[in-house]
């Protein structure tokens, strides 16, 4: 099941970023850099007391004059309410309540969505206490008191935050339809895609509208089989900022792509693969999802014998951290190769699942080191012992050695790549645990 989100709301200087921070970069979280994501990180995975969620910094917004903070302000509270589960809304104990605050606060009730209230830059309890009483007025519950740069009162916060989280009953009914999250930046065509879909199927089963986040939910029939197409298109928001509407794409995405089993990255093949196009690849890596990477509007594109080959390595080279990823030349405008998406679905969704017996890993394995010897370091070498496979979606090894700091990132990769030479497992990534065995006397 998908991970709840929590975006962090709050107007510019309350803390927003340092809160993140803490949360991100402290040892109560687990916190993976998305390949790609160069600029600031916009969303970090956090693990409190045995609850996983997806974090949001709705932040990095400072207006420049008095008169457009409150429309700012309210972009970004509705960025927010728009696509998280559980809200946190920062205030200032310094700065005292002031009436922007009042005004975001009346936005998150009407809501309806559950919304953490804390008090920031309280950094001394006894002294600071009674100012953050004040913070009652604003209608939405027990302000929680917070240091987040001196990383004070954030578990009694978290423990509020997590008591939020619905226990998710497992779907078994729809867990046997698979999800398909449709991807990519603003205008290269995804609703194009599912729509041309659409049409080709002929069978429309039912249209789930927004669902609790902001995606739409479409049913598609082909050949007999659901598929549910998750389509993180529709944003058209008057927006000037470039960088807003970035970052908004991206809390769409993440949010899109946890609900996923295989994501299509869909790239415009006129303007060709771009930065952005690889953190939103990144993100759906990172989450271990089937991912298959399609070029839309392949007709536009002058071509020769060569054509292909010069853009099939392009964007391998840009998106070399997953060499695995299926890639598809497609038009949704005249339909070209759009039922071969499928059945590239099917295979991808075998390999998310497949499952290999232990035996037939540790003879892959004993052969890779045969092949190629286990590095040492200070004379001590590097001991396999036994691999087995533990879950899948995506498939999940766990490799018992005699230490582990001496499994470097490469023979992880070498012996990745003997297990793809046996079984292919085209279009999903592989996840490695290394546990460390003490040697048998």
């Known amino acids: 099941m998908s991970k709840p989100i929590v975006a962090i709301v709050g107007r510019p200087n309350v803390g927003k970023s340092t809160l993140f921070n803490a949360l991100a970069g402290q040892n109560i979280s687990i916190v993976k850099d998305t390949p790609g994501v160069t600029r600031d990180r916009i969303y970090a995975d956090v693990i409190w007391l045995n609850h996983g969620f997806t974090m949001i910094d709705t932040g990095g917004i400072e207006p420049e004059s008095k008169d457009i903070i409150l429309s700012q302000m309210r972009e970004q509270a509705q960025i927010a309410i728009d696509t998280a589960d559980v809200i946190i809304f920062i205030t200032d104990v310094r700065q005292g309540l002031v009436d922007a605050d009042a005004k975001v606060a009346d ?39 917070i240091s987040a740069s001196s990383k004070l009162g954030l578990g009694d916060m978290l423990d509020e935050v997590v008591r939020h989280f619905e226990e998710e009953e497992e779907e078994e009914e729809e867990d046997d339809i698979p999800r398909v999250a449709i991807v990519g930046k603003p205008n290269v065509g995804k609703s194009s895609i599912i729509n041309k879909l659409l049409g080709q199927s002929r069978v429309i089963v039912s249209d789930i509208a927004g669902t609790t986040r902001d995606a739409i939910d479409t049913n598609i029939m082909w050949q007999g089989r659901e598929y ?31 609900r996923a089993d295989v994501v299509i990255v869909v790239i415009d093949a ?172």
Do not use: C
């Open 270 to 441: 006129v303007e060709g693969i771009t930065e952005q196009d690889a953190k939103i690849a990144g993100i759906a890596h990172e989450r271990g999802k089937g991912i298959i990477i399609a070029v839309n509007k392949w007709d536009a594109v002058e071509k020769n014998d060569k054509t292909i080959y010069k853009y099939t390595s392009k964007v391998r080279e840009f998106l070399s951290y997953m060499p695995y990823a299926e890639l598809m030349f497609i038009s949704a405008e005249t339909g070209q190769r759009l039922p071969k998406l499928f059945d590239t679905i099917d295979m991808v969704l075998e390999n998310q699942t497949l499952r290999i017996q232990t035996g037939v890993l540790n003879e892959i394995m004993a052969e890779a080191i045969a092949l190629q010897q286990p590095p040492s370091d200070k004379g001590k070498r590097l001991k396999l012992y036994y691999i087995t496979q533990v879950s899948v979606k995506p498939p999940t090894f766990v490799i018992f050695v005699n230490d582990k700091e001496l499994m470097h990132f490469s023979y992880t990769r070498y012996l990745e790549n003997k297990i793809r030479e046996a079984f292919g497992f085209r279009g999903t990534s592989l996840k490695f645990i290394i546990r460390e065995r003490k040697e048998k006397e």
């Open 107 to 145: 936005m998150l009730r009407r809501s309806g969505k559950p919304v953490v209230l804390a008090v920031n830059k309280v950094d001394n309890f006894d002294k600071l206490l009674m100012d953050v009483y004040e913070f009652y007025n604003l209608g939405i519950g027990e302000p929680f008191p």
């Open 228 to 258: 549910i197409f998750i389509d993180t298109a529709g944003l058209r928001r008057k927006n000037k900022i470039k960088e807003e509407l970035e970052r908004y794409s991206i809390i769409r995405t993440v949010t899109a792509v946890d």
